[in-house]
């Protein structure tokens, strides 16, 4: 099991930049495939990113593709999402999710079952 935490949100301007972090503990996130979820108000949650375990394979979505990064380092066992030139359309609770030990990385949100408590990002116009 591995339990989330996310941080590094907050209020930007449109055209600004954020880097969340996502501290895991327990022993299976070295062999986690990690992901970033969103979920604006008044919508489903999304899919943003994710990332194998071993940081080699990265996928995006389509919105957020050229803008945002992921990455990890097992070393803090700990999973970054670079956000830059944000739009207000950004502006949702971030979440981190993991999958279970050694699954490959996926965009669906019930391939996931550990999560964190997320962290509210808004860009303003």
């Known amino acids: 099991q591995v339990q989330l935490v996310e941080s590094g949100g907050g209020l930007v301007q449109a055209g600004g930049s954020l880097r969340l972090s996502c501290a895991a503990s327990?022993?299976?996130?070295?062999?986690?495939?990690m992901g970033w979820f969103r979920q604006a108000p008044g919508k489903e949650r999304e899919f943003v990113a994710t990332i194998n375990r071993n940081g080699g394979t990265t996928y995006y979505a389509d919105s957020v593709k050229g803008r945002f990064t992921i990455s990890r380092d097992s070393n803090k066992n700990t999973v970054y999402l670079q956000m830059n030139s944000l739009k207000p359309e950004d502006t949702a609770v971030y979440y981190c999710a993991a999958r279970s030990p050694f699954a490959i990385v996926s965009t669906r949100i019930n391939d996931y079952n550990n999560w964190g408590q997320g962290t509210q990002v808004t860009v303003s116009s």
């Open positions: 327990g022993r299976s996130f070295s062999n986690a495939a």
